[in-house]
């Protein structure tokens, strides 16, 4: 685990000092050393976080006849298998024992195919010396980042864009089309960042570059076709599946420890592994601690636990931080107890497992749950009266009641968008000052990847979306980025290739079955965890957000910044005053949408006011 940066193009500056700059600006990814390879048309930079070849894994590493570079970023578990058919084919020597070298020589012959023969998570580039080219990919579900940015006639690219900041071709711009989603989803969904010209790479892609022409290639498409199976095969398949992505996602030379939740998702990694220590966070909230739960499972399973409570202070001390190492703005609560929890498990170890992926895989939201009162309202009431209930029902305070409208205003493709949905088009609109607002509508980002499902059952299209959107842009971003903030790998054993073969495959049934979520996975997982873990309702962190925003402390902190000068180039200031001033009279819960607002005029002071 590491981290990248590098440029393709010339200019009048030291190229050596220049992606050394950008190398130092994610110092963080990879403490333990740093390298680099810089020529007339290339410059790459490296920052090593050492797990694998301890010794010889230095990057970046060159072929043994010195035409290739490549710099690589994650963990390939099946490197080994790679390693040994190369020697078994091609006679192939290799000059270190890392998984770095294995992904180059499979380039020199293979090719173009490589990306789709690794197993793990990825985001590299090489660089062909002779015909000044580039090659370069990113893994299956986008668990590692891979930003890159085309300015002034120079590729710039990266594991953080914040390293982009040190070259000095690259311009800095708030991308006005990407605020009014951010708004809507929490999160960008675009592939073009909050940074105007700065793009992630697609997950399951590979690129190619020759000093013009930038092409991308799908060599993944996750599709579903569903088999006929008994369920307790399938249970038995899910266990036999996991465990033997558990054991790959162990393969390393340092000590692995695991983050543990009260929830099935951890329990179950954890289990299955029984590391020597075990992390998990809370809040001095009573009611927001589920560490009492994994302290239990611990002593049950003769694990160790490490924990540590949040207090209000910690939370909005860190939130500048949390969204400085973000990169785009991130208005997820969970980023911030999941920095602490990497910041405490940072202190023992440089390997945890997590449980991020199952709920997409395996069906775990209740959002995927039916509806029987929601079915007899579409039937019942007309499609243009549900529209118009729904829309009236969205510019008011969150209330169950009105969020039963709003999710049955319309089909799946119209009103579904993933798992959080701040505001609605009009409404983000509304606060938006008018150099900012918006002809795009979020149905507008859903549609292209409903379109590749429309054969599928509900189910089946909100888990694809959320594979594309929720999945790659809110959960692995910040997964990736806080525990890298603390130089800290961390590995998803349910996001492999082998557990999304099985899970494509599943009926609908056994991932939902009326109130039961994650139906055969929980079942499985109830070889290794009591019954209280196996099926506790999925709670994800509990962040009391909404209670410390009525405390004067707090509701001062998010007012003094909604009254900063440039926050109305952005937004409508009377409005959002409004929701804070109502949200600590308790006359609605406006906490999500001035967390959003309020996270991205954090952000944008990070990046173009104080830096």
Same mark, same amino acid.
Not at 23 to 51: C, E, K, M, Q
Not at 500 to 512: E, I, N, P, Q
């Given at each position: 685990?590491?981290?990248?940066?590098?440029?393709?193009?010339t200019?009048?500056?030291d190229?050596?000092?220049?992606?050394d700059?950008?190398?130092?600006?994610?110092?963080?990814?990879?403490?333990?050393?740093?390298?680099?390879?810089?020529?007339?048309?290339?410059?790459?930079?490296?920052?090593r976080?050492?797990?694998?070849?301890?010794?010889?894994?230095?990057?970046?590493i060159?072929?043994?006849?010195?035409r290739?570079?490549?710099?690589?970023?994650?963990?390939?578990?099946?490197?080994?298998?790679?390693?040994?058919?190369?020697?078994?084919?091609?006679?192939?020597?290799?000059?270190?024992?890392?998984?770095?070298?294995?992904?180059?020589?499979?380039?020199?012959?293979?090719?173009?195919?490589?990306?789709?023969?690794l197993?793990?998570?990825?985001? !590299?580039?090489?660089?062909?010396?002779?015909?000044?080219?580039?090659?370069?990919?990113?893994?299956?579900?986008?668990?590692?980042?891979?930003?890159?940015?085309?300015?002034?006639?120079?590729?710039l690219f990266?594991?953080?864009?914040?390293? !982009?900041?040190?070259?000095?071709?690259?311009h800095?711009?708030?991308?006005?089309e990407?605020l009014?989603?951010?708004?809507?989803?929490q999160?960008?969904?675009?592939?073009?960042?909050?940074f105007?010209?700065?793009?992630?790479?697609e997950?399951?892609?590979?690129?190619?570059?020759?000093g013009?022409?930038f092409?991308?290639?799908?060599?993944?498409d996750?599709?579903?076709?569903k088999?006929?199976?008994?369920f307790d095969e399938?249970?038995?398949?899910?266990?036999?599946?996991?465990q033997?992505?558990v054991?790959y996602?162990?393969?390393?030379?340092?000590?692995?420890?695991?983050?543990?939740?009260?929830?099935?998702?951890?329990?179950?990694?954890?289990?299955t592994?029984?590391?020597?220590?075990?992390?998990?966070v809370?809040?001095?909230?009573?009611?927001f601690?589920?560490?009492?739960?994994?302290?239990?499972?611990?002593?049950?399973?003769?694990?160790?636990?490490?924990?540590?409570?949040?207090?209000?202070?910690? !939370?909005f001390?860190?939130?500048?931080?949390?969204?400085?190492h973000?990169?785009?703005?991130?208005?997820?609560?969970?980023?911030?107890?999941?920095?602490?929890?990497?910041?405490?498990?940072?202190k023992?170890?440089?390997?945890?497992?997590?449980?991020?992926?199952?709920?997409?895989?395996?069906?775990?939201?209740?959002?995927?749950k039916?509806s029987?009162a929601?079915?007899?309202?579409?039937?019942?009431?007309?499609?243009?009266?549900?529209?118009?209930?729904?829309?009236?029902?969205?510019?008011?305070?969150?209330?169950?009641?009105?969020?039963?409208?709003?999710?049955?205003?319309?089909?799946?493709?119209?009103?579904?968008i993933?798992?959080?949905?701040i505001?609605?088009n009009e409404?983000?609109?509304a606060i938006?000052?008018?150099?900012?607002?918006?002809s795009?509508?979020?149905?507008?980002?859903?549609?292209?990847?409903?379109?590749?499902?429309?054969?599928?059952?509900?189910?089946?299209?909100?888990? !694809?979306?959320?594979?594309?959107?929720?999945?790659?842009h809110?959960?692995?971003?910040?997964a990736?980025k806080?525990?890298m903030?603390?130089?800290?790998e961390?590995?998803?054993?349910?996001?492999?290739?082998?557990?999304w073969?099985?899970?494509?495959?599943?009926?609908?049934?056994?991932?939902?079955?009326?109130?039961?979520?994650?139906?055969?996975?929980?079942?499985?997982?109830?070889?290794?965890?009591?019954?209280?873990w196996?099926?506790r309702?999925?709670?994800?962190f509990?962040?009391?957000?909404?209670?410390?925003?009525?405390?004067?402390?707090?509701?001062?902190?998010v007012?003094?910044?909604?009254e900063?000068d440039?926050?109305?180039?952005?937004?409508?200031?009377?409005?959002?005053?409004?929701w804070?001033?109502?949200?600590r009279?308790?006359?609605?819960?406006?906490?999500?949408?001035i967390?959003?607002?309020?996270?991205?005029?954090?952000?944008y002071?990070?990046?173009?006011?104080l830096?």
């Amino acid at each position: 685990m590491c981290g990248f940066t590098g440029f393709y193009g010339t200019g009048d500056y030291d190229r050596e000092e220049i992606v050394d700059q950008m190398g130092n600006l994610i110092a963080h990814r990879g403490p333990d050393s740093s390298g680099s390879y810089v020529d007339d048309y290339a410059a790459l930079g490296f920052r090593r976080l050492s797990i694998i070849d301890l010794a010889g894994g230095d990057q970046p590493i060159h072929s043994a006849d010195g035409r290739f570079v490549i710099t690589f970023n994650g963990e390939i578990y099946n490197y080994r298998e790679i390693r040994q058919e190369l020697i078994q084919k091609y006679g192939c020597t290799f000059q270190t024992d890392s998984d770095t070298e294995a992904i180059l020589q499979a380039y020199q012959h293979y090719g173009e195919k490589t990306a789709s023969m690794l197993r793990g998570m990825f985001a !590299f580039v090489i660089y062909d010396k002779k015909e000044h080219t580039l090659y370069g990919a990113r893994d299956y579900f986008g668990i590692k980042p891979f930003y890159y940015a085309q300015m002034e006639g120079t590729l710039l690219f990266g594991s953080e864009i914040k390293s !982009f900041l040190a070259h000095p071709h690259f311009h800095k711009e708030v991308n006005k089309e990407a605020l009014k989603m951010y708004l809507i989803f929490q999160y960008t969904p675009l592939l073009e960042t909050m940074f105007k010209g700065v793009f992630k790479l697609e997950p399951g892609t590979y690129f190619t570059y020759d000093g013009k022409d930038f092409r991308t290639t799908k060599y993944f498409d996750p599709t579903y076709e569903k088999e006929n199976r008994s369920f307790d095969e399938t249970v038995r398949l899910i266990g036999e599946t996991v465990q033997e992505s558990v054991d790959y996602h162990q393969i390393s030379d340092v000590e692995v420890g695991s983050f543990l939740s009260g929830g099935v998702d951890s329990s179950y990694i954890a289990s299955t592994v029984k590391p020597m220590k075990t992390y998990s966070v809370g809040f001095e909230v009573g009611g927001f601690d589920e560490t009492t739960y994994s302290k239990d499972l611990c002593d049950i399973l003769h694990m160790s636990n490490a924990k540590k409570e949040i207090s209000s202070d910690e !939370f909005f001390d860190i939130l500048p931080e949390v969204q400085y190492h973000s990169d785009e703005p991130h208005a997820n609560l969970s980023a911030v107890p999941l920095y602490y929890l990497s910041q405490l498990a940072a202190k023992d170890v440089k390997v945890v497992l997590s449980g991020e992926g199952a709920d997409e895989l395996f069906g775990g939201y209740d959002t995927y749950k039916p509806s029987k009162a929601g079915d007899l309202y579409r039937k019942a009431v007309p499609a243009a009266l549900r529209r118009k209930l729904g829309d009236w029902a969205a510019k008011r305070p969150n209330h169950r009641g009105l969020n039963f409208l709003k999710r049955n205003a319309s089909s799946v493709e119209e009103s579904y968008i993933g798992q959080a949905f701040i505001m609605d088009n009009e409404e983000a609109n509304a606060i938006l000052s008018p150099e900012y607002q918006s002809s795009l509508r979020y149905q507008d980002v859903t549609k292209p990847y409903f379109d590749q499902v429309k054969d599928q059952d509900d189910l089946h299209k909100k888990l !694809f979306l959320d594979m594309h959107l929720w999945l790659p842009h809110d959960i692995l971003l910040k997964a990736d980025k806080m525990t890298m903030a603390h130089s800290l790998e961390l590995r998803v054993p349910y996001l492999d290739k082998e557990v999304w073969k099985l899970a494509r495959s599943l009926d609908s049934s056994y991932c939902v079955d009326g109130e039961e979520t994650k139906k055969a996975f929980r079942t499985s997982a109830l070889s290794h965890i009591p019954m209280d873990w196996a099926k506790r309702k999925k709670l994800g962190f509990l962040v009391p957000f909404r209670v410390w925003l009525r405390e004067d402390k707090y509701y001062k902190r998010v007012k003094e910044m909604f009254e900063k000068d440039f926050v109305s180039q952005f937004f409508n200031r009377d409005i959002l005053l409004g929701w804070l001033e109502d949200h600590r009279n308790k006359i609605g819960n406006f906490h999500r949408k001035i967390y959003t607002v309020y996270s991205f005029l954090l952000w944008y002071e990070q990046y173009f006011v104080l830096r």
